[in-house]
């Protein structure tokens, strides 16, 4: 067995100091919870009736109550290509849980925004917040007490986070997280990037956008590119949350339905009525949490679970805050080029290897916790196998010993980066992420005049105008959850890229977020504190040079002390009116900051 790297080693151990307090409140929760709890045999004939009214064929499975009667909770839309799957899944989950002796009903549905949709539209104004209204869902259909177990059928950005952090409420229950799979591939994800800087530069018009964008998002399915929705994915992997090897099988496969029927049958097996109970929240430790982070380091994931993970700990009583994410990047090599941190993309990245070799590689390398207890197996290495079909039958093969492609996949001793390309800068300006994977070294620190901006619309006219041609750091400011939600800037990352590639020293510094798909332009994000509430950013003016380095873990404003500490806060504009922002005003008045996972509802608990 190899011995646990020593600074994941150190941090296991920080954060489980840390975190002494609140979890322990937390297992004592759930132990509540599963002894006095809501649940079938304490409910009134009354209310039992209501909740099988209309089971249908499986009333009488109900009423005996001899059986597990799985709960499941659906983000499913048909707007959403990656979600568009899970309409005929609660059908399919019926059928398989009947084929065990189990039953299972819809608890219930939450939302489940497409952040591709609304990128640089209103609506991304309400997109960080879904994550609370998702995870409020998720306790609204659980809260019934006529479950016994869960499955959670969510891929996308908030959608993940949102479902684990509701369902980790009720950790009493065993669940299991079944998603649906990507999209097969369409046009190259590096062309689809070019065609936008064509059009960010007025070379091509929207007819061609359009083409290339529609040759890219092309079917049902998780988007292609290495963004949030297929982090959640790889984050579920290594937490042992998935059953194993689930991920990136493509939709509408034989496959995919036999993986979805082992994860229901799998769910029976490990119930409070037997001797393998695994509930959600044993489930989720602190070595857990310290998996979801080196697996995001390891292949370059999203930067936008800077702010998911530690909201999701949170909830299961862990705290974990930036410096965490920064020790751990300082010691897991990047094994993945996975685009936009590669040319390949997550389907040619499972035929690669993909997530079995991952965890196998990790382990080996001693960069995994591989004594938590998972969904299925006796360890985390027993996640690190590749579902097969052997005529109708579900078999599993270890993970290959070699990748198949060392332009995409590689062992930790081989890397493609020595460090897991997300550090912590700081300084005069607060603590920001910045996410190096895909900046080349030669651009990871930058010191050039700012110019200020609140809004991203005025950063793209100020392009279209010409008056960005120069070395500049753009410092979007007011963007963050309490001024308006947090929404992602992804629209900015073209524009800044064509200024770039004309030679010229660029970065951006910003309260607000930047998409999962975020590349090579150096970034500072989830600056905190924010400028709502009297953060240094607003103290910024036009002319004044940044300093932003990953290097040397840096971001400061070069200004003079004096004069720095008595200039006054910029104001921020005033709340945005209609797609609904307004009906969300509370939680932005109550979000606390990035690093704690900007969270209205988890700051309201007390948790």
Same mark, same amino acid.
């Given at each position: 067995?190899?011995?646990?790297?020593?600074?994941?080693?150190?941090?296991?151990?920080?954060?489980?100091?840390?975190?002494?307090?609140?979890?322990?409140?937390?297992?004592?929760?759930?132990?509540?919870?599963?002894?006095?709890?809501?649940?079938?045999?304490?409910?009134?004939?009354?209310?039992?009736?209501?909740?099988?009214?209309?089971?249908?064929?499986?009333?009488?499975?109900?009423?005996?109550?001899?059986?597990?009667?799985?709960?499941?909770?659906?983000?499913?839309?048909?707007?959403?290509?990656?979600?568009?799957?899970?309409?005929?899944?609660?059908?399919?989950?019926?059928?398989?849980?009947?084929?065990?002796?189990?039953?299972?009903?819809?608890?219930?549905?939450?939302?489940?925004?497409?952040?591709?949709?609304?990128?640089?539209?209103?609506?991304?104004?309400?997109?960080?917040?879904?994550?609370?209204?998702?995870?409020?869902?998720?306790?609204?259909?659980?809260?019934?007490?006529?479950?016994?177990?869960?499955?959670?059928?969510?891929?996308?950005?908030?959608?993940?986070?949102?479902?684990?952090?509701?369902?980790?409420?009720?950790?009493?229950?065993?669940?299991?997280?079944?998603?649906?799979?990507?999209?097969?591939?369409?046009?190259?994800?590096?062309?689809?990037?070019?065609?936008?800087?064509?059009?960010?530069?007025?070379?091509?018009?929207?007819?061609?956008?359009?083409?290339?964008?529609?040759?890219?998002?092309?079917?049902?399915?998780?988007?292609?590119?290495?963004?949030?929705?297929?982090?959640?994915?790889?984050?579920?992997?290594?937490?042992?949350?998935?059953?194993?090897?689930?991920?990136?099988?493509?939709?509408?496969?034989?496959?995919?339905?036999?993986?979805?029927?082992?994860?229901?049958?799998?769910?029976?097996?490990?119930?409070?009525?037997?001797?393998?109970?695994?509930?959600?929240?044993?489930?989720?430790?602190?070595?857990?949490?310290?998996?979801?982070?080196?697996?995001?380091?390891?292949?370059?994931?999203?930067?936008?679970?800077?702010?998911?993970?530690?909201?999701?700990?949170?909830?299961?009583?862990?705290?974990?805050?930036?410096?965490?994410?920064?020790?751990?990047?300082?010691?897991?090599?990047?094994?993945?080029?996975?685009?936009?941190?590669?040319?390949?993309?997550? %389907?040619? &990245?499972?035929?690669? =290897? $993909? !997530?079995?070799? @991952?965890?196998?590689? /990790?382990?080996? +390398?001693?960069?995994?916790?591989?004594?938590?207890?998972?969904?299925?197996?006796?360890?985390?290495?027993?996640?690190?196998?590749?579902?097969?079909?052997?005529?109708?039958?579900?078999?599993?093969?270890?993970?290959?010993?070699?990748?198949?492609?060392?332009?995409?996949?590689?062992?930790?001793? %081989?890397? &493609?980066?020595?460090? =897991? $390309? !997300?550090?912590? @800068?700081?300084?005069? /300006?607060?603590? +920001?992420?910045?996410?190096?994977?895909?900046?080349?070294?030669?651009?990871?620190?930058?010191?050039?005049?700012?110019?200020?901006?609140?809004?991203?619309?005025?950063?793209?006219?100020?392009?279209?105008?010409?008056?960005?041609?120069?070395?500049?750091?753009?410092?979007?400011?007011?963007?963050?959850?309490?001024?308006?939600?947090?929404?992602?800037?992804?629209?900015?990352?073209?524009? /800044?890229?064509?200024?770039?590639?004309?030679?010229?020293?660029?970065?951006?510094?910003?309260?607000?977020?930047?998409?999962?798909?975020?590349?090579?332009?150096?970034?500072?994000?989830?600056?905190?504190?924010?400028?709502?509430?009297?953060?240094?950013?607003?103290?910024?003016?036009?002319?004044?040079?940044?300093?932003?380095?990953?290097?040397?873990?840096?971001?400061?404003?070069?200004?003079?002390?004096?004069?720095?500490?008595?200039?006054?806060?910029?104001?921020?504009?005033?709340?945005?009116?209609?797609?609904?922002?307004?009906?969300?005003?509370?939680?932005?008045?109550?979000?606390?900051?990035?690093?704690?996972?900007?969270?209205?509802?988890?700051?309201?608990?007390?948790?």
């Amino acid at each position: 067995m190899t011995d646990l790297h020593p600074v994941i080693a150190a941090v296991t151990e920080r954060v489980v100091t840390r975190s002494r307090d609140t979890r322990r409140a937390y297992l004592d929760l759930i132990d509540r919870e599963r002894e006095a709890g809501v649940h079938r045999p304490m409910l009134a004939c009354g209310n039992l009736a209501h909740g099988f009214a209309a089971s249908g064929e499986d009333k009488k499975a109900i009423i005996a109550g001899r059986a597990m009667n799985i709960g499941i909770v659906t983000a499913y839309n048909d707007m959403l290509s990656a979600h568009q799957p899970y309409g005929r899944y609660p059908e399919q989950i019926k059928l398989f849980a009947r084929e065990v002796g189990a039953t299972a009903q819809v608890a219930g549905g939450t939302p489940a925004m497409c952040d591709g949709v609304t990128q640089g539209q209103r609506g991304m104004e309400l997109s960080l917040f879904s994550r609370d209204a998702i995870a409020l869902s998720t306790a609204v259909g659980l809260s019934h007490g006529m479950f016994e177990g869960a499955t959670l059928l969510g891929i996308c950005d908030k959608i993940v986070p949102g479902l684990m952090i509701g369902a980790l409420r009720f950790g009493h229950l065993p669940m299991i997280l079944i998603p649906a799979g990507p999209m097969p591939s369409g046009l190259a994800n590096k062309e689809k990037q070019r065609i936008r800087q064509l059009y960010a530069e007025g070379k091509v018009g929207r007819a061609e956008l359009l083409e290339s964008e529609s040759a890219s998002y092309h079917g049902a399915g998780t988007c292609t590119f290495y963004g949030t929705a297929n982090s959640n994915q790889m984050m579920m992997d290594v937490m042992g949350l998935h059953m194993p090897g689930a991920s990136f099988i493509n939709p509408g496969t034989k496959l995919r339905q036999a993986v979805t029927r082992a994860a229901v049958h799998r769910l029976t097996e490990i119930g409070w009525g037997g001797n393998d109970y695994r509930p959600l929240g044993r489930c989720v430790d602190e070595k857990a949490i310290v998996n979801a982070i080196v697996g995001l380091l390891a292949t370059g994931g999203s930067t936008n679970h800077a702010i998911h993970i530690p909201a999701m700990a949170r909830a299961a009583g862990i705290v974990v805050d930036w410096e965490d994410f920064d020790q751990l990047s300082g010691a897991v090599p990047l094994i993945a080029r996975v685009y936009p941190n590669g040319s390949g993309d997550v %389907n040619h &990245f499972h035929a690669a =290897g $993909g !997530m079995s070799y @991952v965890i196998a590689s /990790l382990i080996d +390398a001693g960069m995994l916790h591989d004594d938590i207890l998972t969904v299925s197996g006796a360890s985390l290495r027993d996640h690190a196998r590749d579902p097969k079909l052997s005529g109708d039958d579900l078999v599993y093969e270890d993970a290959v010993a070699d990748s198949l492609d060392d332009t995409m996949l590689r062992k930790p001793a %081989n890397p &493609f980066q020595p460090d =897991g $390309g !997300m550090r912590l @800068v700081k300084g005069n /300006l607060g603590r +920001a992420t910045f996410k190096t994977s895909a900046v080349t070294p030669e651009r990871r620190t930058i010191e050039a005049p700012a110019r200020v901006f609140s809004d991203q619309d005025d950063v793209i006219a100020a392009f279209k105008a010409g008056e960005l041609e120069k070395d500049v750091v753009v410092v979007v400011r007011f963007q963050g959850p309490r001024a308006n939600g947090m929404p992602e800037l992804h629209k900015l990352t073209p524009p /800044l890229g064509v200024l770039q590639d004309r030679g010229f020293k660029v970065a951006l510094v910003t309260d607000g977020r930047m998409s999962g798909a975020s590349g090579k332009v150096p970034a500072a994000i989830h600056l905190s504190p924010e400028g709502v509430g009297g953060g240094p950013i607003g103290r910024i003016r036009d002319g004044d040079v940044i300093r932003l380095s990953a290097e040397d873990g840096v971001l400061e404003a070069l200004v003079d002390p004096a004069e720095w500490n008595s200039r006054e806060e910029a104001h921020p504009p005033a709340a945005g009116l209609g797609t609904g922002r307004e009906l969300f005003a509370f939680m932005r008045h109550g979000a606390d900051g990035a690093e704690q996972g900007a969270s209205a509802m988890l700051a309201a608990a007390g948790l």
